[in-house]
């Protein structure tokens, strides 16, 4: 089935199903519309997770091609009311951590541009010089010169979206990316893209309503989606040229890290192998020792849920329990199957694959049948 056919039956049933909720009572019986409802949620809802995800992606695409409005209001609401969206969204950050010294900004667009543009001219730098032919091995089948064309097709893709204010699926193929025939000129189009992008960025609202293929359908999603890209990649360089990847400051690291958590459940390839692991309940823990940062990522649902506790809000939290009553009550955190302990930046490339967490420089306890189920149902 066609995007096209896709979007055109969402829209009629996000239209329909509308228009059945706000119907005054005199035109439709309160009993029928309601009956009418709860059939087509319940429907819907017998949907496997990625289908849910999809459905609740197309119903907010139809409701921002809409005026603001009570209208695009209503529509906005739609997922929610039939149950295609609720429990799906993992949990956010703990809502009451606060910034710190190590808390990732990604609250800031500004900031990620300005560690997005950073980062791409290191990658530049890195590529300028190399034989566009070396393969990379972490993007198997790939080299340099394809690394650097798919960085720079997805700054380019992301200019679109921001700068046309996008509110549909665009696919970076339907887009003229222009490269340069000769792959030696590709650092050159790749600084170029990202200059133009992070000025796109840079100028528009972080509210502005534009699509994505994450949880955040607004132009703040993009900066970090772009930094995101931009850490992994040069590690990919730098593995490629080097065999060793530079160690990534700790709050770009979780930022990206962060950014991937909350983006993985909406990646249809990555969803659907979640929904099948049957390991509900199961806990994976992952510590930060540079920061004190611990997430924590509780699977079920057909999918998972995380949590963030940064070092200061754990020490005020036992303070305030107290050491003899934290033993006895416990600190309330899910007890973990598994837990993995390294540096913010090494857990960001172990759940990107880059590391093999048979390395060294994790430390890891508990279920390692979990771990690597994880790793193999997270490709990106």
Known sequence: MSDALLSALAESLADLV???????????????????????????GALGPADRRALDGLFRETALRRPEGPRRAALLRLP???????????????????PSATAPRTDDPAGACDAVAERVLRFAALV?????????????GWTLADLTRHLGAVHRWTDHLVRTRATVRVHVEDLPLDPPTDPAAYADWLTEGAD???????????????WSPGADPHARYYPRRLLSEAVVHLADAELALHGAAEPIAPRV???????????????PWVAEPLAHLDRDGAVLRLDARDTGTVRTLVLGGGGFTWSREDREDREDREDREGRAAREVRGSGAAEPTVSVEADTGELLLLLHRRYAADEPRFVRTGDRDLLDDWLAATPL
């Open 253 to 267: 690291a979780a930022a990206a890290l962060d950014h991937f958590l909350t983006d993985a459940p909406y990646v």
């Open 18 to 44: 509308t228009a059945v909720e706000t119907s005054d009572d005199e035109v439709l019986d309160p009993d029928a519309a309601v009956k009418w409802l709860e059939h087509t949620g319940h429907t819907l």
């Open 128 to 140: 300028r010089e190399a034989d566009p032919a070396t393969p990379v091995p972490t993007c198997p």
């Open 80 to 98: 929610a009311q039939l149950g295609v969206s609720a429990d799906l969204r993992p949990a956010s950050p703990t809502a009451t951590a606060r």
């Open 196 to 210: 133009t992008v992070l000025t796109t960025l840079r100028a528009a609202a972080p509210d502005l309503p534009v």
